[in-house]
């Protein structure tokens, strides 16, 4: 339950609250990267082209995703700033306008699934088999958005009002309801039938429904519902649907040539075979299993930075961020540390043979140097964020997005050197990211922006 006091949403500059804020967070998101890697784990054990295929149908999925989750990151800035500023009252009218610019986006994306996928797929894929798993999987994966965007607003609301602890119970529901299904309808036990690869898909479905229900009953015992009217009638708004569309389509934009990219990406790495292809489906493992603290961090610094704005403490803002960074930095360097003294052990987990983990291990050096990389770059990124300037964060976006496509494209498919090679480009990606975004927060204009 929200505290009563006036000041209950205001948050301090200490490590404290920003570890109060973060740890929960980075539980909520490490417990999706666990049911991707069982998603994978369970997926292995079909053979190496299902594995290889998963990446792909994978990254193609999360662009439609990280549209609700851009949407998500739009919508937290704005009730974060409510929240400093002590207009609880209009916390209830953003969500609600949140709410039903989500939906709209997912019955576009189930529709684009539907008309495109097949095009693409079979316009970019070498093997006609991979193709036809591919859009097979995700005619049944797309179903799942609906939910899985209704459940990222809800959480986007318990983050922005300081309540990121109640965001946990959502999470461990839906990986406890993802393994068991896993198991059940790709293996067929339990009296489920035998799905194989699609198995996978209708067991993320039923997932995203149950954490959905998991954490709108949370919501609703906990009172914040009630307290902030969020469960009435929900009618449209035009001038609060204006400013968190305005506020989140840079941010969705963003996210979704973001992961387009790394669609790309994956394209060119399928170029050079199965193998490679599922070594770097694991490396996106690692990307999300060890990131996750990285990214708690980040969706700190968007709620922490918002609110102390909406306090007026524009000069603690720096301070703020310098904090988060050194909290995001030293876990990076420790999860580097542990993915280089036994990277064997971490790949041995997906039950592939000696010559595939000897291949990987190479990548998975590239790809743990790159999330230190990462651990400033996301901090100072979601700082601009923050300030409510989203059309910044896409302009950032942009110009890393336009070098890593072009290093990839030169060294993957012109020169056609190892993956380990074309995992480089997550340097090139992370390091423009964190060098704009760095630069803005120390000259932009930030402090005049009004959301």
């Not at 008309?115 to 994966?141: G, H, Q």
């Not at 339990?190 to 149950?210: D, L, R, T, W, Y």
């Not at 489906?281 to 969706?299: D, E, K, P, Q, Y």
């Not at 603690?316 to 993915?339: C, D, N, P, Q, W």
């Amino acid at each position: 339950m929200l505290n009563e006091r006036t000041n209950s949403l205001q948050v301090d500059v200490t490590y404290r609250q920003i570890l109060k804020i973060a740890l929960p967070i980075s539980v909520s998101i490490l417990i999706p990267q666990i049911n991707f890697v069982t998603n994978n784990i369970f997926v292995g054990g079909l053979g190496v082209q299902p594995l290889a295929v998963s990446g792909i149908t994978g990254v193609f999925y999360l662009i439609f995703a990280v549209m609700g989750f851009g949407l998500n990151n739009g919508l937290q800035a704005l009730i974060s700033r409510r929240a400093g500023e002590n207009r609880l009252s209009e916390i209830g009218g953003l969500f609600h306008q949140g709410i039903l610019i989500a939906l709209a986006f997912a019955l576009l994306d189930i529709a684009i699934v539907y008309l495109i996928a097949p095009i693409i797929f079979k316009a970019t894929l070498t093997n006609p088999v991979d193709a036809e798993m591919a859009v097979n999987f995700l005619y049944i994966r797309i179903w799942g958005l609906p939910f899985l965007y209704m459940f990222q607003i809800r959480n986007s609301l318990l983050v922005g009002v300081n309540q990121s602890r109640l965001i946990v119970y959502g999470t461990v529901v839906e990986t406890i309801a993802n393994i068991f299904f896993d198991y059940s309808f790709i293996y067929g036990h339990f009296g489920f039938p035998k799905m194989g690869f699609n198995g996978a898909a209708v067991a993320s479905v039923i997932s995203e429904v149950i954490a959905f229900l998991a954490v709108y009953m949370v919501i609703r015992w906990k009172r914040i519902s009630a307290q902030l009217n969020i469960h009435t009638k929900i009618k449209f708004d035009p001038v609060n649907a204006k400013l968190v569309f305005t506020q989140s389509l840079p941010l969705i934009l963003q996210f979704i040539i973001s992961v387009g990219s790394w669609e790309f990406f994956y394209i060119l790495i399928e170029h050079h075979g199965a193998q490679d292809l599922a070594i770097s489906n694991i490396m996106r493992n690692i990307f999300g299993l060890f990131g996750c603290v990285t990214w708690s961090f980040a969706s700190t610094t968007n709620m922490m930075v918002s609110n102390i704005i909406g306090q007026d403490l524009h000069h603690r803002v720096m301070e703020l961020i310098v904090k988060i960074m050194k909290m995001s930095v030293g876990f990076a360097i420790f999860i580097f540390l542990i993915l280089n003294i036994s990277p064997a052990f971490f790949l041995k987990v997906y039950g592939q043979n000696d010559d595939f983990i000897n291949a990987a291990i190479p990548v998975v050096r590239v790809v743990s140097g790159a999330l230190i990389i990462m651990s400033m770059a996301v901090v100072w990124l979601n700082a601009v964020t923050g300030t409510g300037n989203t059309r910044i964060n896409l302009m950032i976006e942009i110009i890393a997005l336009v070098l890593y496509c072009i290093y990839s494209f030169i060294v993957l498919q012109k020169l056609f050197l190892p993956i380990t090679w074309g995992w480089g480009a997550e340097w090139i990606y992370w390091s423009a990211t964190l060098s704009c975004s760095f630069i803005y927060m120390k000259k932009g204009n930030w402090r005049q922006k009004k959301i």
